[in-house]
């Protein structure tokens, strides 16, 4: 158990929903990152936060969002679903940018169904 | 850009054989390097790391060690076991303290040790 939490573990959803994702890091982390498993692309990294600001992007479409909250919890929002966005998406978290030792811990996933 | 190739899978080994996982990678500057290990039906778990050239890393018998002049980090264990059977994904770390850090990962190469 790495102490990353994430919910829902599953998510079946319809094409044009919106849908959310949610994830705790482990306690005393500030950054939490967003990742996308899908089996044509592999593993992306979507989205950084650390401490309630955005500190870096990656392929994230701009139908989707996230934030991260003042008691450090993200939230990923996918929103005008297609059904290419069917994939397992990741939330991990590490300690503060700078520290050496900086790494990340991920959760178990949650596994998107666009049907 | 900060890219990383594996090789691709399936890999099929008997127990006790030994493990070879080639990883090479592109980047600018020399970035932190890791393996992960995903079993199956769970998220991501770090296996080894290496920060700086010629660093080895190891962790459960499973060995890489950073190499600049070839700009590789190759997955190594001596004697498989069945419970060795997971998804294996090399990666780099990009970013800096200011911008934040993220990963970009191969794409996994799948191993199979059949007893």
């Known amino acids: 158990d790495s102490g990353v939490t994430q919910t829902p573990k599953h998510l079946i959803t319809a094409t044009g929903q919106r849908v959310t994702l949610r994830c705790s890091p482990r306690?005393?982390?500030?950054?939490v990152y967003w990742y996308q498993q899908s089996l044509d692309q592999g593993l992306q990294f979507l989205i950084q936060y650390y401490n309630g600001e955005e500190r870096a992007k990656g392929n994230i479409l701009e139908r989707f969002s996230a934030q991260q909250f003042p008691d450090l919890h993200s939230e990923l929002n996918l929103s005008s679903l297609e059904l290419g966005d069917s994939a397992l998406y990741f939330c991990a978290s590490s300690p503060r940018p700078g520290l050496l030792n900086n790494e990340q811990f991920f959760g178990p996933g949650t596994r998107l169904t666009v049907l | 850009g900060n890219s990383v190739t594996q090789m691709e899978g399936p890999v099929t080994l008997s127990e006790e054989a030994f493990l070879t996982i080639n990883c090479t990678y592109t980047a600018t500057g020399y970035p932190s390097l890791f393996w992960y290990v995903q079993y199956p039906g769970e998220g991501l778990q770090l296996l080894l790391k290496?920060?700086?050239?010629?660093d080895k890393g190891s962790n459960k018998g499973f060995e890489a060690t950073y190499r600049k002049e070839t700009t590789s980090f190759h997955l190594e264990k001596g004697s498989v076991q069945v419970s060795d059977s997971a998804v294996y994904f090399c990666?780099?770390?990009?970013?800096?303290?200011?911008?934040?850090?993220?990963?970009?990962f191969g794409k996994g190469t799948s191993l199979l040790v059949t007893p």
């Open positions: 990666a780099l770390r990009w970013g800096n303290s200011n911008s934040g850090y993220a990963l970009n």
């Open positions: 306690s005393g982390d500030l950054s």
């Open positions: 290496a920060t700086k050239a010629d």
